[in-house]
């Protein structure tokens, strides 16, 4: 990456908003998992960390779903804890056995909340 495009991006990642980050890191988590979509037959190295990075991504959601300091209301609370409890599910499933539905489940799942917290609907 260009000099100048490091410094856009450290610029953006110091005023997005929380909502923005978030979504920001969602369509990481969907592009990682997207990765190994092609290639389920193997268990790689590249296909554990993308099922890890969503694991922590949405463990960190529920947590904070979960916290009742937590300014939302309670049915979005309780709706991304379910949502996330879906997604954990989905992570340890697809850890023992490798499912393409699944892992396209959690894909768009990922995208279609990104989409909803950057404002463009799903």
């Known amino acids: 990456m260009s000099i100048g ?13 929380p909502r923005d980050i978030e979504a920001q ?6 592009r990682k998992l997207q990765d190994v979509m ?3 037959g193997h268990t790689d190295a590249q296909f554990e960390e993308a099922l890890l990075f969503n694991r922590k991504l949405w463990s960190i959601f529920v947590g904070d779903a979960m916290n009742d300091s937590n300014p939302e209301s309670i049915e979005i609370r309780q709706n991304i804890a379910n949502i996330g409890i879906f997604v954990l599910t989905q992570c340890a499933a697809l850890k023992l056995q490798p499912d393409a539905t699944k892992l396209q489940s959690m894909i768009d799942i990922n995208r279609n909340i990104a989409a909803g917290l950057s404002g463009r609907g799903a």
């Open 38 to 40: 092609t290639d389920l």
């Open 25 to 30: 890191a969602l369509l990481k988590a969907a």
């Open 5 to 17: 495009a490091n410094a856009y991006a450290r610029t953006a990642q110091t005023t997005a908003s």
